[in-house]
T-cell receptor
Framework: DTGVSQDPRHKITKRGQNVTFRCDPI?????LYWYRQTLGQGPEFLTY????????KSRLLSDRFSAERPKGSFSTLEIQRTEQGDSAMYLC??????????????FGPGTRLTVL | AQKITQTQPGMFVQEKEAVTLDCTYD???????LFWYKQPSSGEMIFLIY??????QNATEGRYSLNFQKARKSANLVISASQLGDSAMYFC???????????FGKGTMLLVSP
C-alpha cells in the first residue's frame, strides 16, 4: 500500500495519560499536515511540516501537544495529560512539493482517540 | 480570516439523479484553491476535485464538477447520476497561505436512495 498510513487506528485512554500517534506519509511527499476532527465538524488544522521543519502551528495546538518529524519521514503527534476534550479523530495528510498532484493533500485513515 | 460555509446539513437524492452541494467561501487573498473531499463512514478523506482561483474553466472529474462563481464566492459541487456509493459526508475546503493548510466547512451528509 502506497498511501498515507496512521497507527494506531483507535486509541482508548484514561484522562491524564499520555498518548502518541504515528503517521507515515507517501514516501516522496515532503509536506506533512496534522488535523483534528471532532464529531459533526470538519477537520481543523493543527500543524505543518516541510521535511523535518515544523513551519506552522495552530492556536489549537496547546502546550500539551507536541509533534515531530525526525529526518523528514514519518511524524509523531504526542498529547500529554489527555483531557476528555481531546477525544477526536486525528488525521494526517501529505503532499508533494511539486508535480502533478501538487495541490492535493492525501489523507490517512486517521486515529480515533477516546479519552475516558 | 478565511471561512468556508456549507449551509446544507443533509441532502437526499434518488439514484441516477444529479445533486448540487453548496459551498461559499470568504477570503481576502487573490490566490487560493478550493477543494471537495468525500468522507465515507470509514473516516478516510477522499479527494474529489480542485479549482484554482485563477482557473477560467470549471473543474470536472468524471461525475463531479465544480460550479465556480468567483464574484459570488461560491464553489458548489455537482454530482451527476448519483450512485448508492455516493452516500457520505462531503466537505468543501479552501487552501490558504503559503503552506497550503486547508480550512474546511462543517460538511453536508448526502444520502442516495434506490
Amino acid at each position: 500500500d502506497t498511501g498515507v498510513s496512521q497507527d494506531p487506528r483507535h486509541k482508548i485512554t484514561k484522562r491524564g495519560q499520555n498518548v502518541t500517534f504515528r503517521c507515515d506519509p507517501i514516501s516522496e511527499h515532503n509536506r506533512l499536515y496534522w488535523y483534528r476532527q471532532t464529531l459533526g465538524q470538519g477537520p481543523e488544522f493543527l500543524t505543518y511540516f516541510q521535511n523535518e521543519a515544523q513551519l506552522e502551528k495552530s492556536r489549537l495546538l496547546s502546550d500539551r501537544f507536541s509533534a515531530e518529524r525526525p529526518k523528514g519521514s514519518f511524524s509523531t503527534l504526542e498529547i500529554q495529560r489527555t483531557e476528555q476534550g481531546d477525544s477526536a479523530m486525528y488525521l494526517c495528510a501529505s503532499r508533494p512539493g511539486q508535480g502533478f498532484s501538487y495541490n492535493e493533500q492525501f489523507f490517512g485513515p486517521g486515529t480515533r482517540l477516546t479519552v475516558l | 480570516a478565511q471561512k468556508i460555509t456549507q449551509t446544507q446539513p443533509g441532502m437526499f437524492v434518488q439514484e441516477k439523479e444529479a445533486v448540487t452541494l453548496d459551498c461559499t467561501y470568504d477570503t481576502s487573498d487573490q490566490s487560493y484553491g478550493l477543494f471537495w473531499y468525500k468522507q465515507p463512514s470509514s473516516g478516510e478523506m477522499i479527494f474529489l476535485i480542485y479549482q484554482g482561483s485563477y482557473d477560467e474553466q470549471n473543474a470536472t472529474e468524471g461525475r463531479y464538477s465544480l460550479n465556480f462563481q468567483k464574484a459570488r464566492k461560491s464553489a458548489n459541487l455537482v454530482i451527476s447520476a448519483s450512485q448508492l456509493g455516493d452516500s457520505a459526508m462531503y466537505f468543501c475546503a479552501m487552501r490558504v497561505g503559503g503552506y497550503s493548510t486547508l480550512t474546511f466547512g462543517k460538511g453536508t451528509m448526502l444520502l442516495v436512495s434506490p
